[in-house]
């Protein structure tokens, strides 16, 4: 699923921008096991999670009107 795989690629980008944000040197090494980890739980867990809410929230909530939203 090519949603799916786009907030994957998001989340892995942003685990390795706020690993390198913490280290105060710039040739600092990358905890890769972290990285890792956060991978493997949000390919695992958080984006199925998230794409079976989201549509169960249009199911329920369908439209983009400004009192859908709210």
């Known amino acids: 699923k090519e949603e799916d795989l786009s907030e994957e690629i998001q989340h892995d ?3 390795v921008a706020t ?3 913490k280290n105060t040197s710039f040739g ?3 905890d890769w096991g972290r ?4 991978t493997l ?14 549509g ?4 329920k909530l369908p439209g983009t009107g ?5």
């Open 35 to 38: 990285c890792a980890r956060f």
């Open 56 to 59: 169960f929230l249009l199911r």
């Open 28 to 30: 600092a090494e990358l």
């Open 13 to 15: 980008v942003g685990s």
């Open 66 to 70: 400004l009192s859908t939203i709210v």
């Open 41 to 54: 739980i949000g390919t695992v867990f958080v984006a199925p999670v998230l794409h079976y809410w989201y």
């Open 19 to 21: 690993a390198r944000s």
